[in-house]
């Protein structure tokens, strides 16, 4: 079975540029979720969505970030403008059903802002 | 505020030297803690979910373990490819469907 999948792998940009992410989760599961991981900081939620409806936006760094599910199976995030402080691997995960069900993990965008 | 401390940071074993990896946490009524492993250059991959204390699960070289204050991920006569960083995670009931990551242990098995 395919996992989740995340394009592209890797963005180079400068500063002040719209980046788009995008990420395909795995068919069938309800949940969907944006992390994002840096040394500094590990690992962190950015927002989730359960049947392609935000439920928590509570990660979301500032209003440069946006975040959507137009169906199941496609969502994307969104900067504009991009700082050079946005570099991180940006992960996406879907998991199915409620009761702490693990995530599966996407291998992540590198994004760097020049 | 949930919170995950993993220790240690990192950890170098000779191939076949049996060791423990500890993840310590504090939340409001644990839903879920959760094991992952991150090979460099890729995603999380999951290993485990423990829900309650006492739990135990294996797989292969690795078992963990929970109490209500700590997990270990206890690795076996460990291998080269086991090397990775290994991730702790835990869901709370005031966070439901949100996990909160630890920093994560970096292991590295010498054949």
């Known amino acids: 079975d395919a996992g989740v999948i995340q394009s592209p792998r890797h963005e180079v940009t400068e500063m002040g540029q719209e980046v788009t992410l995008r990420c395909k989760p795995i068919s069938g599961h309800d949940y969907l979720f944006w992390y994002r991981q840096t040394m500094m900081r590990g690992l962190e939620l950015l927002i989730y969505f359960n049947n392609n409806v935000p439920i928590d936006d509570s990660g979301m760094p500032e209003d440069r970030f946006s975040a959507k599910m137009p169906n199941a199976s496609f969502s994307t995030l969104k900067i504009q403008p991009s700082e050079p402080r946005d570099s991180a691997v940006y992960f996406c995960a879907s998991s199915f059903g409620q009761d702490s069900q693990p995530q599966h993990f996407g291998d992540g965008t590198r994004l760097s802002i020049l | 505020e949930d919170q995950v401390t993993q220790s240690p940071e990192a950890l170098r074993l000779q191939e076949g030297e049996s060791s423990s990896l500890n993840c310590s946490y504090t939340v409001s009524g644990l839903r879920g803690l959760f094991w992952y492993r991150q090979d460099p250059g890729k995603g999380p991959e999951f290993l485990f979910t423990?829900?309650?204390a006492g739990e135990e699960k294996e797989k292969e070289r690795l078992k963990a373990t929970l109490t209500k204050k700590e997990s270990f991920l206890h690795i076996t006569a460990p291998k080269p490819e086991d090397s990775a960083t290994y991730l702790c995670a835990v869901e709370g009931s005031s966070n439901t469907g949100k996990l909160i990551f630890g920093q994560g242990t970096t292991l590295q098995v010498k054949p």
């Open positions: 423990l829900y309650s």
